[in-house]
Structures are given as C-alpha cells and as structure tokens.
C-alpha cells in the first residue's frame, strides 16, 4: 500500500459504512415524497453533508483510537489506515481538515431551507464527529457510543431531512428515524461484541465490556428486532408497505445473529460485520420501498 495513496484514503474513509449516511436522508426523502413535499436540491444537500460528516468520523476514529491504544496494527477487525501506517499523521490531520470544512460548506447551503438555527445542529454533527472518540470525554470510550449513534445516525439525519424538505415533524418521522437508529447501531454493536477483550484492556468502555458478552449477544437481538417492531407501528396510518417489507430484513438478521453467537469471538466475527453492514443496506431499501409503495 503507497503511503497517502487515493487506495489508502479509501480504506480510511470505510466506504463499506456508507449506508449508515445514505439509509436516513432515503428514508425521510420517501416520507417526504409521500406526504407531497419532496424536493430534489435540499435532499441531495443532506445526502452529501451526511456522507461527508461520515468521512470525517471515520477519519477521526482511525487517528485516535490509535493514539488511544485501541487500535493496534494486529487488531481483530477490518484494517485501520493509520495504525497500519497507510496515511502519515500531517495527512491525516489534513484531511480531517478538509472534510470537515467540505461539511460545514454543504451544510451552509442548507440554510436556505431550514433557516440559521439549523447553524446548532450542524455543529452539533460535528461535535459529535470529533467527541465519539476524541476530547476529554470521547462518548464511545464512555458506554454513550450506541446512544450517539441512535441519536445521528436516526433521530438527527431522518428528523432534520424530513423537517427541511416539509417544514413538519410527525410521528412517523420519530417512529422512522428511531428504527434507522437501532438498525444502524447493529454494526457498532457486532464491532463492540468482536472487540470487547481489546476494549477492556485499553480502558473503552463500551456497554459490552461493561455488561459482558451475553448482554452483547441479546443486545445485538434487541436492536433489529426492536426496530421492524417499531415500523409495524406504520399500519396505524395504512403504510402497509413500510410496516411489513421489513420482515424480510430480520430473517437475514436473525441469521447474521445466529452466526454471531456460534462464532462468539476472534477474526471470524468480520463476517459478521460485513453481514451487517449488507443487512442494514437491505432494511434502508424494504423501508424506503415501503414507505413509497404503502
């Protein structure tokens, strides 16, 4: 690997995460449109603020859960472009740099839609961005990662997109950003299970090393399952298509989970991961099917 290679960046920016940015900015986009109040411009601004502040987490991430000593070059899951040595640090800084001002100048343009006091939820995206694992007080290594995670990765990015593309907020939007939330917390949370002796001993204290690794089994369960419950909840209103497609994402779910258990620990888990990482691209698609066809 060519150190701070366009190859190098792209292992750095996890573009296998993606679908945690892309999956709420589609959901409320289908809301919205149902509802009559899509509009292309604000929603594809929210698309690429979401993707850019991914990048910049993801960034943040790799630089210092190795300067933490959480990630080390023999570490379990998939490669880490700083602790591998792929991206030096003046570049890495840099480009932390960079996608940040690349958030701050797409989420500028949202201000059209959703006037200034959209100005303190984009800085909290980004404190948030730095906060998860940097600064005196990094949530993730506090046991607050998967509440960060539900709040934007879900409540945040479905909530506000809706709220700028129809100038409303309703239930079902609470009920959808909620449910993307918990679907999404699922690929934290199988990385937390995969990581929680190496957590331990670098002092990250996730729920799972926390409460152990049964609680990490069942809690990965909850999450998904949680979550389809909460969209059966759509047949209130006659949304038959959102309340009821994602039955089709638990049953690949629950095999993922099943795997999880048998597997239990080590370098294996990364099936898992990546299983994941598919299963919720898959929940993102049957809900926003759903919501459209519904």
């Known amino acids: 690997m060519k150190t701070n ?3 190098a960046w792209f292992v750095a920016v996890r573009p296998y995460s993606f679908g945690a940015a892309s999956i709420p900015v589609a959901v409320a986009s289908a809301l919205a449109y149902t509802d009559g109040s899509f509009h292309w ?9 979401a993707l850019s502040m991914q990048c910049t987490a993801n960034l943040v991430n790799d630089l210092w859960d190795f300067l933490k ?3 080390r070059p023999d570490r379990l899951g998939p490669d880490r472009a700083f602790a591998k040595g792929y991206i030096t640090l003046p570049a890495m800084k840099a480009g932390i740099a960079a996608f940040t001002l690349l958030s701050c100048a797409i989420g500028s343009g949202l201000l059209w839609y959703g006037g200034w006091w959209m100005i303190p939820v984009g800085l909290a995206c980004v404190v948030f961005a730095f906060f998860y694992t940097a600064g005196p007080y990094p949530l993730a290594y506090h046991g607050l990662g998967d509440v960060a995670v539900v709040l934007f990765f879900g409540v945040v990015p479905v909530g506000f997109t809706y709220y700028l593309l129809t100038g409303t907020w309703t239930w079902e939007t609470t009920t959808a950003a909620l449910a ?10 199988v990385n937390n299970f995969r990581d929680r002796e190496e957590d331990a001993r670098c002092g990250k204290r ?3 090393v ?9 809690g990965y369960l909850f999450l998904g399952t949680a979550a389809v419950l909460l969209c ?5 209103t006659g949304r038959w298509g959102a309340a009821l497609l994602p039955l089709l994402y638990w049953a690949l779910f629950f095999g993922t989970w099943r795997k999880m258990v048998r597997i239990d620990h080590g370098e294996e888990l990364n099936v898992c991961l990546s299983e994941t990482a598919r299963n919720l691209t898959l929940f993102g698609l049957l809900l926003t099917i759903g919501i459209l066809i519904g």
């Open 5 to 7: 290679s366009l190859r």
């Open 206 to 208: 996730t729920i799972i």
């Open 180 to 189: 993307c939330g918990l679907v999404i917390d699922t690929m934290l949370w």
């Open 210 to 218: 926390c409460l152990g690794a049964a609680f990490g089994r069942w």
């Open 232 to 236: 059966l909840g759509f047949l209130a």
């Open 69 to 71: 000593g959480a990630d």
């Open 41 to 49: 411009l604000p929603a594809l601004l929210c698309w690429l603020f």
